[in-house]
DNA sequence: TTGACTATACTGACCGGTCAGTATAGTCAT
DNA sequence: ATGACTATACTGACCGGTCAGTATAGTCAA
């Protein structure tokens, strides 16, 4: 299978970054990572970049399906911000989890050149859409939505911001705000 | 002045970051900007390593800095979290502010070596002992904070994640939430 | 007060390794 | 007989780091 071949080097390349660093993120780890030749690789990524690419591609879909699996079994209002919250903070980084590995690719990606998150920035509107019809006072689901993404962020690249008491403390109290505040533009400073 | 050339080392540096990209900050690139030769920025700094770790000093050093003056009219309940709000997000990215610039710099430490966010990791105990005690819910303090952090994190990147109409709203909602919830601990559902 | 010497702050040509990307010839299942 | 590779060898640019040497200012003994 053609798809096979990609999303195994697509795998292996976050799975090196994991485990040896960005800067040893070369073309021959990955195939040597993946078990593919060289050529192998650029057989299915023309390019580094391309493969780059593919990877953010890969995550923002990981992160988007995980967000529609929570949905199903939970309709209410703010589903899609506790979709988030668990897409991002639930399983850490260093486990084999599809999203926690990829963030590291997503980084790479940022660091090395801002164009490289296209995928993701395309994906922005749909969730910021997702995120001011959520049920909540879009203020409040922005900055829920914020929060978790700063969490996940400082995770990834392993900033000690918080302990682990307060890391559930605060993941409890980010759901919990997504069940109150239904009624939209009413106690905000402003709009 | 011995010190002016390391400044002003560091300060082109992160112009560069911001110029030209990240993966355009060599060395090279760096002496040029500064206006001094390649062996200059190698006598200050002995390693690529040791310029990029004293980039992330720098930024710390400026945004504790930020906040202390911050603080210095503004002593009431929160102003740290005030602060730090305004130290991140009052200046944007492109514009020549001493945070906004070195952010960047910041960002590439993390993606090549997260070992380089060292000085940044050791400032965190310091930072999370300030929200405990900011006197307002830690929780929340954490959220407003992580909050701050993301939208930060992705002004840096370039990921859209807000519209300007949301952005000044979802600021102005931060800082809302730094005046009120005075009492620790009485409304979370947890700790 | 001059000549020998020292410290500091550089300069800029150069070296050597790394790595993306290319080339080419061949394998093998369908 | 095509599509999906493997295996190996190679190119060439780029970049971190080195190093011998230079510039300037200051110290100090005779």
Redesign the pocket.
Known sequence: ??D???AKIIAAAAKVAVKRGV???????V?AEA??????????F??????LLGMVQALVDVTDREIAAAQEQDQSAGSWLRGFIEACLTNSTQELGSVGRLSVAFLTAAANDTSLLAPMNRRQEAWREAINTSGIDPALAHIIRLAADGLWINDVMGVPVLDPTERTAVIARLVAMTHKNTEPGEKGIEA
Not at 35 to 44: A, N
Not at 46 to 51: E, I
Request: aromatic share 6%.
């Open positions: 299978m053609v096979n071949t990609k800067q040893n993120l070369t073309m021959d780890a195939a078990g593919v030749s060289k050529g192998g690789v650029f057989y299915h023309g390019s580094k970049h391309d493969l």
